[in-house]
């Protein structure tokens, strides 16, 4: 069975970006928080059927977030339907999920009517739940219709990329144009903001800037001067979910200081972040990640 290719540190940056806690996840799928913590770690992978919901409950395209190289056989279209065997015998019209089971072991082909009604059930055509089951019998079947990856989006314009910062890690609220600039100005030390030109960058008027001002722009958002000057939507997730985590942990020390947070959640944290930098940054030639 040519399984979706799960990656525990893709899984976590986006639940990051989504302001989801691994707590939050495990309820959503009924499982215990540690599963969520181990399939985050590399330590186990969750069963096929639950990367839909997964997918699903971080905001993901299942594609996209748990890409498959292969055209997929019968077992892989019921796991993208986020179905377990047992719930296939509504649609087989038997007591049992041995036609499903049998099908997708190669042993027993589905009847004619059960494979109309686990196309529907499955979201696909005939056509397509044919040939994932020609495939389950070991037959080398293109896939019928090609799946296409897309692209992810670049935020290009200092426009969308503020408001993007204020959809995925301020909830749609950010200090005032006037206390941007204020801000970026006393960071960096120079005075190189004002509130018209914050403004004017903000809603577009202004499509770009001088480096130096990005770099003030950046220092009031709190965000790296490679987020403004970049066109690589990798780089913009990747420091959209350091920032996240930044709020969060921010926001947990002002609910009652560092002692609230377990080692556990620092650990967590701690391996969070180095991944994160290991993405951005790769390697160095010099054995530092």
């Given at each position: 069975?040519?399984?979706?290719?799960?990656?525990?540190?893709?899984?976590?940056?986006?639940?990051?970006?989504?302001?989801?806690?691994?707590?939050?996840?495990?309820?959503?799928?009924?499982?215990?928080?540690?599963?969520?913590?181990?399939?985050?770690?590399?330590?186990?992978?969750?069963?096929?059927?639950?990367?839909?919901?997964?997918?699903?409950?971080?905001?993901?395209?299942?594609?996209?977030?748990?890409?498959?190289?292969?055209?997929?056989?019968?077992?892989?279209?019921?796991?993208?339907?986020?179905?377990?065997?047992?719930?296939?015998?509504?649609?087989?019209?038997?007591?049992?999920?041995?036609?499903?089971?049998?099908?997708?072991?190669?042993?027993?082909?589905?009847?004619?009517?059960?494979?109309?009604?686990?196309?529907?059930?499955?979201?696909?055509?005939?056509?397509?739940l044919l040939a994932a089951q020609?495939?389950?019998f070991g037959h080398d079947v293109?896939?019928v219709k090609p799946v296409k990856?897309?692209?992810?989006?670049?935020?290009?314009?200092?426009?969308?990329?503020?408001?993007?910062?204020?959809?995925?890690?301020?909830?749609?609220?950010?200090?005032?144009?006037?206390?941007?600039?204020?801000?970026?100005?006393?960071?960096?030390?120079?005075?190189?903001?004002?509130?018209?030109?914050?403004?004017?960058?903000?809603?577009?008027?202004?499509?770009?800037?001088?480096?130096?001002?990005?770099?003030?722009?950046?220092?009031?958002?709190?965000?790296?001067?490679?987020?403004?000057?970049?066109?690589?939507?990798?780089?913009?997730?990747?420091?959209?979910?350091?920032?996240?985590?930044?709020?969060?942990?921010?926001?947990?020390?002002?609910?009652?200081?560092?002692?609230?947070?377990?080692?556990?959640?620092?650990?967590?944290?701690?391996?969070?972040?180095?991944?994160?930098?290991?993405?951005?940054?790769?390697?160095?030639?010099?054995?530092?990640?």
């Open positions: 069975m040519p399984d979706r290719v799960f990656d525990g540190s893709k899984l976590r940056d986006r639940r990051v970006v989504k302001r989801l806690s691994q707590a939050d996840l495990a309820t959503g799928l009924n499982v215990k928080t540690n599963a969520v913590y181990r399939w985050e770690s590399q330590l186990a992978t969750p069963p096929q059927e639950r990367l839909p919901t997964i997918a699903a409950m971080v905001g993901a395209e299942l594609n996209e977030l748990f890409p498959r190289l292969e055209p997929p056989n019968l077992a892989d279209l019921r796991c993208d339907a986020g179905m377990r065997q047992s719930d296939t015998t509504c649609y087989t019209n038997s007591a049992s999920p041995m036609p499903i089971r049998a099908a997708e072991q190669g042993k027993r082909v589905l009847s004619d009517e059960a494979v109309t009604a686990l196309a529907t059930a499955y979201s696909v055509t005939r056509a397509e020609r495939r389950s293109p896939a990856k897309a692209s992810p989006q670049a935020v290009d314009s200092i426009a969308e990329k503020i408001k993007y910062l204020q959809t995925e890690v301020q909830d749609g609220a950010v200090p005032s144009d006037a206390d941007l600039a204020s801000s970026g100005n006393c960071k960096s030390g120079r005075s190189l903001l004002t509130e018209a030109l914050v403004r004017d960058l903000r809603v577009g008027t202004l499509p770009t800037a001088p480096d130096d001002v990005l770099d003030a722009l950046a220092l009031a958002f709190g965000v790296p001067p490679v987020f403004f000057r970049s066109s690589d939507p990798e780089i913009d997730r990747l420091v959209v979910s350091a920032r996240a985590v930044r709020r969060q942990f921010t926001i947990m020390a002002a609910r009652g200081g560092e002692g609230e947070i377990s080692q556990e959640a620092r650990d967590q944290l701690r391996d969070f972040i180095s991944h994160t930098m290991a993405e951005i940054l790769g390697s160095d030639g010099n054995g530092m990640p």
